[in-house]
């Protein structure tokens, strides 16, 4: 099939190379020169393991096509698909420019029958907004059918979970569109769940919410475990394994952060505004989830009593391992609370530096040696739970710090292993390993 894809960040270009390489004819299409120029030369502008290798395979063997030319990219596509970004408004609601400039862009484009198929998350309601101003522009000659096929991988894990997907969700307004998007998708053998348009639309924010649910139903008993003196990862593992509540999504931290949770729920919650329903078990994962990203610095500063003058160590950038992306990560809400308490900041992230730097600027200092990081600080503040993070000998945390004083926000040690150690462990849901000679040397 003739694939064109609008938008080629992490959704759009993981499922080019992914379809390109299951033999289809893939062109990705962006309004961004600079992001085009990069991926013509076979480098990926994004950080996603096997992503790069893929790239370059396809390219090589002439599947995989990259323009900011529309018509290159629309005129003699069977299928597009829309993978922009919907960031949010300020008010939470769905920010749909991307969307509708993309809709108006193939519509003057297109110059055979097509069907437009959106990835991205958009409220209920948008596919039809974006059948109808197609409808508006295109030639009059040409047949258009749109369909809603959110997306579900996650970043880091996103070219596995093309191909190992739990379901492929499909929703149409006839069985014509739905046979052509089965067709595309049957060689990857994941489930298809056909649906209606709407429905298809609400699966994907349905799905977003109950996930963040789930995290910070686990950080509320998390910071109970702490209060009555019970170990959340035992509790979390002992609930996980009744099957009806399963043990995934259960790890207690600092809050759920990325480009999707954060701004899904709260475009949710929009939603259901607009249809006079208050949700406020959505409003209250939100409300727990702002809490959850600020409770290292709290136990920090319940711990110092001051911060002032004080060296902080940040390791992670990234809102999750294996990936570059640290948009509303809780490493940003963490560095930005260090520097109002007057601490000064050295970060440390394998690979999300250049894209903190973007947003942080020089307010901290950064480093890609998790040793640089440590040496001479006076507390460090686990954000993210990179392989090298979580498998850092805690040796290396007496020798190189003043005296090793760790906020985990990840639980990556085990509370056993900490304590032959002469380190101070403050984790979440846990109990707290206080060394005497930190406490009196800081009180
Ligand atoms: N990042 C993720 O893991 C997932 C994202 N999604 C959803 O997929 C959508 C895309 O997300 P990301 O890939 O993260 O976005 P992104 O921000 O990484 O990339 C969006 C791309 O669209 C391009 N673009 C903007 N307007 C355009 C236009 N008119 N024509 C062509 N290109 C245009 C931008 O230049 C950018 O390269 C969002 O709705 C998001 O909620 C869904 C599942 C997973
Ligand atoms: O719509 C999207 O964009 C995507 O959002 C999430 O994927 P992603 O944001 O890439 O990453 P997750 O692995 O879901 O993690 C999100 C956040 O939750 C946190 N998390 C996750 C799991 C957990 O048990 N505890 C926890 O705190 C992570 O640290 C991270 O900050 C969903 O998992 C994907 O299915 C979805 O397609």
């Known amino acids: 099939?003739?694939?064109?894809?609008?938008?080629?960040?992490?959704?759009?270009?993981?499922?080019?190379?992914?379809?390109?390489?299951?033999?289809?004819?893939?062109?990705?299409?962006?309004?961004?020169?600079?992001?085009?120029?990069?991926?013509?030369?076979?480098?990926?502008?994004?950080?996603?393991?096997?992503?790069?290798?893929?790239?370059?395979?396809?390219?090589?063997?002439?599947?995989?096509?990259?323009?900011?030319?529309?018509?290159?990219?629309?005129?003699?596509?069977?299928?597009?698909?829309?993978?922009?970004?919907?960031?949010?408004?300020?008010?939470?609601?769905?920010?749909?420019?991307?969307?509708?400039?993309?809709?108006?862009?193939?519509?003057?484009?297109?110059?055979?029958?097509?069907?437009?198929?959106?990835?991205?998350?958009?409220?209920?309601?948008?596919?039809?907004?974006?059948?109808?101003?197609?409808?508006?522009?295109?030639?009059?000659?040409?047949?258009?059918?749109?369909?809603?096929?959110?997306?579900?991988?996650?970043?880091?894990?996103?070219?596995?979970?093309?191909?190992h997907g739990d379901r492929i969700v499909i929703g149409t307004e006839n069985d014509k569109a739905a046979e052509v998007l089965e067709?595309?998708?049957?060689?990857?053998?994941?489930?298809?769940?056909?649906?209606?348009?709407?429905?298809?639309?609400?699966?994907?924010?349905?799905?977003?919410?109950?996930?963040?649910?789930?995290?910070?139903?686990?950080?509320?008993?998390?910071?109970?475990?702490?209060?009555?003196?019970?170990?959340?990862?035992?509790?979390?593992?002992?609930?996980?394994?009744?099957?009806?509540?399963?043990?995934?999504?259960?790890?207690?931290?600092?809050?759920?952060?990325?480009?999707?949770f954060p701004k899904d729920t709260k475009a949710l919650v929009q939603l259901a505004g607009n249809v006079q329903h208050q949700f406020e078990l959505l409003e209250a994962v939100i409300k727990v989830n702002n809490y959850q990203q600020s409770l290292l610095v709290q136990k920090a500063k319940k711990f110092f009593g001051s911060l002032y003058g004080k060296r902080a160590a940040l390791l992670g950038l990234s809102f999750k391992p294996n990936t570059d992306d640290v948009r509303e990560a809780a490493s940003l809400v963490i560095a930005r609370q260090l520097l109002q308490e007057g601490a000064s900041v050295i970060a440390y992230d394998p690979i999300a530096v250049p894209n903190a730097r973007r947003l942080l600027g020089s307010m901290i200092d950064y480093t890609e040696q998790i040793e640089t990081a440590l040496v001479r600080a006076d507390m460090a503040f686990i954000a993210t739970e990179w392989d090298m993070i979580k498998t850092l000998p805690l040796q290396q945390y007496c020798d190189l710090m003043n005296n090793p004083v760790i906020f985990d926000g990840r639980n990556c040690y085990s509370l056993n292993e900490v304590q032959s150690y002469p380190i101070t462990y403050i984790s979440i849901g846990r109990k707290e390993i206080i060394q005497k000679e930190s406490v009196d040397l800081n009180c």
Not at 109 to 131: A, C, F, L
């Open 183 to 260: 067709e595309l998708y049957r060689p990857l053998g994941i489930p298809i769940v056909k649906t209606d348009i709407r429905s298809a639309e609400m699966i994907k924010y349905a799905s977003n919410a109950f996930l963040a649910t789930k995290i910070s139903f686990i950080n509320e008993i998390a910071n109970i475990c702490e209060k009555v003196g019970a170990n959340i990862d035992d509790v979390a593992y002992g609930i996980g394994l009744d099957e009806r509540i399963g043990l995934r999504f259960l790890q207690a931290g600092i809050g759920y952060g990325g480009s999707c």
């Open 1 to 163: 099939m003739k694939i064109a894809i609008a938008g080629t960040g992490y959704v759009g270009l993981v499922t080019g190379v992914c379809l390109s390489e299951i033999g289809h004819d893939v062109t990705c299409m962006d309004t961004n020169q600079q992001r085009m120029d990069t991926l013509q030369k076979g480098i990926p502008p994004i950080y996603e393991p096997g992503l790069e290798e893929l790239l370059r395979k396809n390219m090589a063997q002439g599947r995989l096509y990259f323009t900011v030319d529309p018509k290159q990219a629309y005129s003699n596509a069977d299928m597009i698909m829309i993978a922009v970004g919907t960031p949010e408004n300020e008010d939470g609601s769905a920010d749909l420019t991307y969307v509708e400039q993309a809709a108006e862009t193939i519509a003057r484009h297109i110059q055979k029958d097509v069907v437009v198929v959106t990835k991205s998350t958009v409220p209920v309601g948008t596919n039809e907004k974006i059948k109808q101003m197609i409808e508006r522009i295109k030639p009059a000659n040409v047949h258009v059918e749109v369909a809603s096929n959110p997306e579900f991988l996650r970043e880091g894990s996103a070219i596995y979970d093309t191909f």
